[in-house]
Nanobody, 120 residues
Framework: QVQLVESGGGLVQAGGSLRLSCAAS????????MGWFRRAPGQERKLLAT????????YYADPGKGRFAISRDNAKNTMYLQMNSLKPEDTAVYYC?????????????WGQGTQVTVSS
C-alpha cells in the first residue's frame, strides 16, 4: 500500500513558477513509476508527465513540454513537478499517481490533489 500526499499548490500570477511535491509513504516508492495528472475546471483528468522508477526516463504531454520538469528523489520518497512560465490555462487540480507501468494508463495509487490557480 502506498499513500501519496501532494503539496505546493497555490495562487500565482501568470509567468510565475511553482514546485509541487508528492510525498509517498511506505518502503516501496522506488518500485513504482510515478506521474502527475491534472484536472482543469470542466475537463477530465489528464496525464501531464511521468517518470520511471529510477528517474532516468521521463515523458511530458504537450501542455508541459518545455515549461515543466518532473523529478524524483527515491531516498526521500518524494516526486516533484517544477512548473515555470505558468499560464492561466494551467489552472487545475494537480494529482500525483503511482503505478507499475510507465504509461500510468491505470495508476494503482492516487493522491488527493492540490489546487493550482494562475491569475492573469
Amino acid at each position: 500500500q502506498v499513500q501519496l500526499v501532494e503539496s505546493g499548490g497555490g495562487l500565482v500570477q501568470a509567468g510565475g513558477s511553482l514546485r509541487l511535491s508528492c510525498a509517498a509513504s511506505g518502503r516501496t516508492f522506488s518500485s513504482y513509476h510515478m506521474g502527475w495528472f491534472r484536472r482543469a475546471p470542466g475537463q477530465e483528468r489528464k496525464l501531464l508527465a511521468t517518470i520511471s522508477r529510477g528517474g532516468t526516463s521521463t515523458y511530458y504531454a504537450d501542455p508541459g513540454k518545455g515549461r515543466f520538469a518532473i523529478s524524483r528523489d527515491n531516498a526521500k520518497n518524494t516526486m516533484y513537478l517544477q512548473m515555470n512560465s505558468l499560464k492561466p490555462e494551467d489552472t487545475a487540480v494537480y494529482y500525483c499517481a503511482a503505478g507499475l507501468t510507465l504509461t500510468l494508463a491505470k495508476p494503482d495509487y492516487w493522491g488527493q490533489g492540490t489546487q493550482v490557480t494562475v491569475s492573469s
